[in-house]
C-alpha cells in the first residue's frame, strides 16, 4: 500500500532552517509529481510546494518564494522541503502528498502521510 512518512520537523526561532523528508513506498515514485502542504492551527490544509516527476518543474505558494526549495532523490524515493528564514506564522503541521499526474499541482492524490510538525518560536 502507499505509504509516505515524512520526518525533519521540530522546533526551530525565527530566522532559522530546516529539512524535512518524506520517504515514500508502494507506487511509482519516479512517475508520480510529489507535493508537500501544510496545515496550521484552525487553518486550512495549503499547498506549499511542489515538484513534477523528473523534478524538472517546480511551484510554490507566492509566500515561501526565495525561501523554500523542493527537491527530490529517485533513488531514496525520498522528497524534501528546505526551508530557510522561517517565520512564527508558518508553524504547522507538514505533508507530503503524491499530485495527480497532468492536472493542477494542488490536485493531490490520498493517501497523507502521518505530517511532521514545524514550530517557529523564540
Known amino acids: 500500500q502507499v505509504q509516505l512518512v515524512e520526518s525533519g520537523g521540530g522546533l526551530v526561532q525565527p530566522g532559522g532552517s530546516l529539512r524535512l523528508s518524506c520517504t515514500a513506498s508502494g507506487f511509482s515514485f519516479s512517475s508520480s509529481p510529489m507535493g508537500w502542504y501544510r496545515q496550521a492551527p484552525g487553518k486550512e490544509r495549503e499547498l506549499v510546494a511542489g515538484?513534477?516527476?523528473?523534478?524538472?518543474?517546480?511551484k510554490y505558494t507566492d509566500s515561501v518564494k526565495g525561501r523554500f526549495t523542493i527537491s527530490r532523490d529517485k533513488a531514496k524515493n525520498t522528497v524534501y522541503l528546505q526551508m530557510n528564514s522561517l517565520k512564527p506564522e508558518e508553524k504547522a503541521v507538514y505533508y507530503c502528498?503524491?499530485?495527480?499526474?497532468?492536472?493542477?499541482?494542488?490536485?493531490?492524490?490520498?493517501?497523507w502521510g502521518q505530517g511532521t510538525l514545524v514550530t517557529v518560536s523564540i
Open positions: 502528498v503524491r499530485i495527480k499526474l497532468g492536472s493542477r499541482w494542488d490536485n493531490y492524490v490520498e493517501p
Open positions: 515538484i513534477s516527476s523528473y523534478g524538472s518543474n517546480t
